[in-house]
T-cell receptor, first 115, second 113 residues
Framework: GAGVSQSPSNKVTEKGKDVELRCDPISGHTALYWYRQRLGQGLEFLIYFQGNSAPDKSGLPSDRFSAERTGESVSTLTIQRTQQEDSAVYLC?????????????FGEGSRLTVL | DQQVKQNSPSLSVQEGRISILNCDYTNSMFDYFLWYKKYPAEGPTFLISISSIKDKNEDGRFTVFLNKSAKHLSLHIVPSQPGDSAVYFCAASGDTNAGKSTFGDGTTLTVKP
């Protein structure tokens, strides 16, 4: 498809397990973002990738969270030793540019439930 | 402290009438504001934006108003249509990167036929 693709769409895991979420951005989009959306709340910025530059990790809530991106393609968000408060929808977005006018295109999100 | 607030969790309007969604912010460094619309089980989609050098931006049925002195912005939808029923997020950025915006909690708009 032509849009941002995320997998899995739903993930249920047990507390303490590691999870990996995947994002396929729109082809040619150099900027990629991860967000967390807790129930009834807005999006929280987590991390941002721009081309081959070092990622902006300023939004990551703890060292249990990490993300990687290979060039300008797929990105994975990894949460280690999951906690119940990690339960949320994790959204990925990509953009052609990272400027103020860079329109974001979002995926449908990965819903994570930690039991 | 929440820097972007949407104080109305929900709003219900009749088809054809005006919908007004409000957003307040506290950080005076914010200079670019965006509205996103989100349908259930879908990612948000960009709707309209406004720079702090303007007080109004219009795009079809959607108009965003910015009152910098009051740190308040609003989204007007006229006329409202049932397909506008969605969650609307206000976002603000003080960065040159719109992707690092701070989001409000959203307002669920229901437009009744």
């Amino acid at each position: 498809g032509a849009g941002v693709s995320q997998s899995p769409s739903n993930k249920v895991t047990e507390k303490g397990k590691d999870v990996e979420l995947r994002c396929d951005p729109i082809s040619g989009h150099t900027a990629l973002y991860w967000y967390r959306q807790r129930l009834g709340q807005g999006l929280e910025f987590l991390i941002y990738f721009q081309g081959n530059s070092a990622p902006d990790k300023s939004g990551l809530p703890s060292d249990r969270f990490s993300a990687e991106r290979t060039g300008e393609s797929v990105s994975t968000l990894t949460i280690q030793r999951t906690q119940q408060e990690d339960s949320a929808v994790y959204l990925c977005a990509s953009s052609l540019t990272s400027g103020i006018n860079g329109e974001l295109f979002f995926g449908e999100g990965s819903r994570l439930t930690v039991l | 402290d929440q820097q972007v607030k949407q104080n109305s969790p929900s709003l219900s309007v009749q088809e054809g009438r005006i919908s007004i969604l409000n957003c307040d912010y506290t950080n005076s460094m914010f200079d670019y504001f965006l509205w996103y619309k989100k349908y259930p089980a879908e990612g948000p989609t960009f709707l309209i934006s406004i720079s702090s050098i303007k007080d109004k931006n219009e795009d079809g049925r959607f108009t965003v108003f910015l009152n910098k002195s009051a740190k308040h912005l609003s989204l007007h939808i006229v006329p409202s249509q049932p397909g506008d029923s969605a969650v609307y997020f206000c976002a603000a950025s003080g960065d040159t990167n719109a992707g690092k915006s701070t989001f409000g909690d959203g307002t669920t708009l229901t437009v009744k036929p």
